[in-house]
């Protein structure tokens, strides 16, 4: 059993509903936990998304697993956070074939309880229980009290924050990653119009994700009149690390030079000085390359609001299943809502 709230004791008593079910689903993977007591997580496993027709297969396998099974006399209540806008009873998908009733999916499930949410704003809900479980990028110390920032790119680009409201905090449900690209060199420039090439808006989340990386290699052999090899994003982040190859290593600089400017725009949106993080399943994987990357110095290059920037802290989310503790804390907030 996995338990990330330092703060709760090993005697945390059970739920009082029984066993909770808790999913993090993204346009990869689809992530599941079973929660026996507030912030302790069981059964832990990954499922491939593309290994199941629907979500209610994969949710269905995963409750058949018998060491899942073996945990849980039934599930009453459940929560998901996905990775895509939770606007309403139907949910579809952006970045996997996946669509869904909500309420259909309950009465599918046999459920009393089924809660949907954005993913980066379940992510987001987690940011304040994250001790030992981040890194510090550079320097800049939080502001109490302040806004957080959080974006984070996989298969696509998540961007959320996390805002003080009295003695709680409140998740913004975001869609920043489908803003506007904005390159700030020459190179980037270059980079936005061979974009152009394959589609009529480039969002930031065009460049900042696993898709980016192999967009960003294409663009950087076409600037440099080299053949393109077909390269997925692991193999370039791999030969990169690996020293491998020049040009690739190139693709991980010139994408964490991106992030970095797309974290600092999020920072002066916000106004988060209590610190930006960064998530997602490419950036902890880069390791020492990313700290050793443009990301701060871009993060702080502002102009005459670069001292401002200087102050704010920023973070690599280093927890295997953050978004759990979120997602969890949001369900125990509609559950104690509903009983009052």
Same mark, same amino acid.
Request: charged residues 15%.
């Given at each position: 059993?996995?338990?990330?709230?330092?703060?709760?004791?090993?005697?945390?008593?059970?739920? /009082?509903?029984?066993?909770?079910?808790?999913?993090?689903?993204?346009?990869?993977?689809?992530?599941?936990?079973?929660?026996?007591?507030?912030?302790?997580?069981?059964?832990?496993?990954?499922?491939?998304?593309?290994?199941?027709?629907?979500?209610?297969?994969?949710?269905?396998?995963?409750?058949?697993?018998?060491?899942?099974?073996? +945990?849980?006399? @039934?599930?009453? *209540?459940?929560?998901?956070?996905?990775?895509?806008?939770?606007?309403?009873?139907?949910?579809?998908?952006?970045? *996997? *074939?996946?669509?869904?009733?909500?309420?259909?999916?309950?009465?599918?499930?046999?459920?009393?309880?089924?809660?949907?949410?954005?993913?980066?704003?379940?992510?987001?809900?987690?940011?304040?229980?994250?001790? $030992?479980?981040?890194?510090?990028?550079?320097?800049?110390?939080?502001?109490?009290?302040?806004?957080? $920032?959080?974006?984070?790119?996989?298969?696509? +680009? @998540?961007?959320?924050?996390?805002?003080?409201? /009295?003695?709680?905090?409140?998740? +913004?449900?975001?869609?920043?990653?489908?803003?506007?690209?904005?390159?700030?060199?020459?190179?980037?420039?270059?980079?936005?119009?061979?974009?152009?090439?394959?589609?009529?808006?480039?969002?930031?989340?065009?460049?900042?994700? @696993?898709?980016?990386?192999?967009?960003?290699?294409?663009?950087?052999?076409?600037?440099?009149?080299?053949?393109?090899?077909?390269?997925? /994003?692991?193999?370039?982040?791999?030969?990169?690390?690996?020293?491998?190859?020049?040009?690739?290593?190139?693709?991980?600089?010139?994408?964490?030079?991106?992030?970095?400017?797309?974290?600092?725009?999020?920072?002066?949106?916000? @106004?988060?000085?209590?610190?930006?993080?960064?998530?997602?399943?490419?950036?902890?994987?880069?390791?020492?390359?990313?700290?050793?990357?443009?990301?701060?110095?871009?993060?702080?290059?502002?102009?005459?609001?670069?001292?401002?920037?200087?102050?704010?802290?920023?973070?690599?989310?280093?927890?295997?299943?953050?978004?759990?503790?979120?997602?969890?804390?949001?369900?125990?907030?509609?559950?104690?809502?509903?009983?009052?």
């Amino acid at each position: 059993m996995t338990d990330f709230s330092s703060h709760l004791a090993s005697t945390t008593p059970a739920h /009082a509903g029984g066993v909770r079910l808790l999913a993090d689903i993204g346009g990869t993977n689809a992530r599941f936990a079973l929660e026996p007591a507030p912030g302790r997580f069981a059964a832990i496993e990954v499922l491939s998304c593309n290994d199941h027709a629907t979500l209610g297969d994969a949710l269905r396998a995963y409750l058949a697993l018998p060491q899942v099974a073996a +945990l849980h006399g @039934g599930i009453g *209540h459940a929560a998901i956070a996905i990775a895509n806008p939770v606007v309403g009873d139907q949910v579809r998908m952006t970045n *996997h *074939h996946w669509a869904f009733s909500i309420e259909a999916l309950r009465q599918e499930c046999g459920l009393d309880t089924l809660l949907v949410v954005n993913d980066f704003s379940a992510l987001a809900r987690s940011l304040p229980h994250l001790d $030992g479980q981040k890194l510090q990028v550079g320097g800049g110390a939080p502001v109490a009290d302040a806004p957080l $920032g959080l974006l984070g790119a996989g298969t696509g +680009l @998540g961007v959320s924050g996390l805002i003080p409201l /009295a003695a709680h905090w409140t998740a +913004l449900r975001s869609e920043g990653g489908h803003v506007s690209f904005s390159p700030v060199n020459e190179r980037e420039v270059a980079i936005l119009q061979f974009a152009w090439r394959e589609f009529e808006h480039v969002s930031s989340e065009r460049l900042l994700s @696993g898709a980016g990386v192999e967009l960003i290699y294409r663009a950087l052999c076409d600037q440099a009149g080299r053949a393109v090899e077909s390269l997925a /994003a692991p193999e370039i982040s791999r030969r990169a690390l690996a020293g491998e190859c020049t040009l690739c290593d190139e693709v991980l600089e010139t994408f964490c030079g991106m992030l970095g400017t797309a974290a600092g725009n999020l920072a002066i949106t916000l @106004g988060a000085q209590g610190g930006v993080y960064i998530g997602g399943g490419i950036v902890p994987r880069l390791g020492e390359r990313f700290l050793a990357s443009s990301f701060r110095r871009r993060f702080e290059q502002r102009g005459r609001f670069s001292s401002y920037m200087a102050a704010i802290p920023t973070y690599v989310i280093t927890a295997d299943y953050p978004a759990f503790l979120g997602v969890s804390s949001i369900l125990s907030e509609k559950l104690s809502a509903s009983s009052k």
